[in-house]
Nanobody, 124 residues
Framework: VQLQAFGGGLVQAGDSLRLSCAAS????????MGWFRQAPGKEREFVAG?????????GYLDSVKGRTTISRDNAKKTMYLQMNSLKPEDTAIYYC?????????????????WGQGTLVTVSS
């Protein structure tokens, strides 16, 4: 099983960025997925989640609601995180993860596979 997150970079406040997470080695379509982030000196936190299959259920961290969209392309075995109106407080390493079932969870302990992370830096 492999999850590879990419798409991070250095951007200015107000810019947009799309992160991708490419999955392989397991039945991607059946599992919920999530994005988490970890800022320096802070614990890893839930950012967004999407259910398996059609991805009809999604959830977001309150501070990113309205400017962030999670999606998935099962044919490409890839999950995305579109982030708009980025703020300096969004600066973190972003990780993608596959949940233990077909739904998404806010609980980090419910995720069984993790990507290596991609760094997002937002300058003011």
């Amino acid at each position: 099983v492999q999850l590879q997150a990419f798409g991070g970079g250095l951007v200015q406040a107000g810019d947009s960025l799309r992160l991708s997470c490419a999955a392989s080695g397991y039945s991607f379509i059946t599992y919920g997925m999530g994005w988490f982030r970890q800022a320096p000196g802070k614990e890893r936190e839930f950012v967004a989640g999407i259910s398996g299959w059609s991805g009809g259920s999604t959830g977001y961290l309150d501070s990113v609601k309205g400017r962030t969209t999670i999606s998935r392309d099962n044919a490409k075995k890839t999950m995305y995180l579109q982030m708009n109106s980025l703020k300096p407080e969004d600066t973190a390493i972003y990780y993608c993860a596959a949940s233990s079932g077909s739904v998404w969870y806010k609980d980090i302990g419910q995720y069984m596979y993790w990507g290596q992370g991609t760094l997002v830096t937002v300058s003011s």
